[in-house]
């Protein structure tokens, strides 16, 4: 088993720093995807253009996840709640 996997642009990235990419677009992911939603709503006082420009980092960061063979991330879960200890 090699050390290097295959990135988006060809060239070799050791496994660890893909582990480490694909965390960090699997959480920007989550994090835009979670603000989009709070600020979609109609009469949120959110600007409109915003709401576009977290779609269009949510696309980008998806189809970068995929070139590094990363499966597609499911939206975040909505109202989940860790329960009280």
């Not at 496994?15 to 835009?32: E, N, P």
């Not at 915003?50 to 960061?61: G, Q, S, T, W, Y």
């Amino acid at each position: 088993m090699s050390v290097f996997g295959a990135h988006a642009d060809g060239e070799d990235t050791p496994v660890a720093g893909l582990d480490q990419h694909r965390s960090m677009l699997t959480i920007l992911i989550s994090a835009c995807s979670t603000a989009r939603d709070a600020f979609d709503p109609a009469g949120s006082g959110v600007d409109p253009e915003l709401v576009a420009d977290l779609e269009r980092v949510i696309e980008r960061a998806q189809r970068l996840l995929d070139g590094m063979g990363g499966s597609p991330v499911a939206e975040p879960l909505q109202g989940v709640q860790s329960e009280p200890r």
